[in-house]
């Protein structure tokens, strides 16, 4: 990158936790392939300060971000810390969801060939594994718009997200929302997993069996997001995660 990003100070415990998950969050991105190049972004709310997010700085690869290294930008636009530019379709994304939603804590967004696919299809996605189950009653869609950063779409992003906390945007990806990276982490993977299977399933030609209703409404009920209340399976996941990255590259950290 051309430009040097300003080193970060007088920050509270409190944010630099946040600045630590998101950035672990970001390392998870290239753990499981959820990078797309430089062109995706994940967000979180400055803790305190309900119109500031941290989101990555434009042109650093995930494996390169750190928790210092985060931007740190109000809802107009500005960036307060940091002294590096953000992706203009990634403010208007994340505000659009954060300013729409006051629980809503973190935010990511992706474009795998897996959620990408699944977006593509009139039939959204079909319950047919577990983890399509579990993300049902939490997911919605929203008509993609290439101007994204217009205030229209963006006031319709914000209404398309209603009380969800999983999103399929057509012809155009994935995003997750929570009141913490962890549980937005979770939400991801559950629903990129639920894509990846319904890819290959569809592709293989064989006929599909469905999940038994029942057994689906279950499911449902279990994976609801409650408002502020991380989940049983983000809780015990999360920690477990942040072991494996620390063992294998804490970097993240500085």
Known sequence: MAEQITPITAISDEEWQVRTDLAACYRLFVKYGWTDLIFTHLSARVPGIEDQYLINP??????EITASSLLKVDFQG???????????????????????RPDVKAVLHSHTRAGMAVSCMRCGLLPLTQQASEVMDNLCYHDYDIAVGAEDECERLGRDIGDKHAMIMHNHGLLTCASSVAEAFYQMYILENACKVQVDAMASGADLHHTKESASKMLRDYGR??????????RLAWPALIRMLDKQDDSYRS
């Open 78 to 100: 500005n960036v307060i810390s940091g002294g590096y530019k953000y992706n203009d379709a990634g403010h208007a994304i994340h505000t659009a969801v954060l300013m729409a």
């Open 58 to 63: 434009y042109g650093l690869m995930f494996d």
């Open 225 to 234: 997001v409650k408002p502020n209340k991380p989940s049983r399976s983000s």
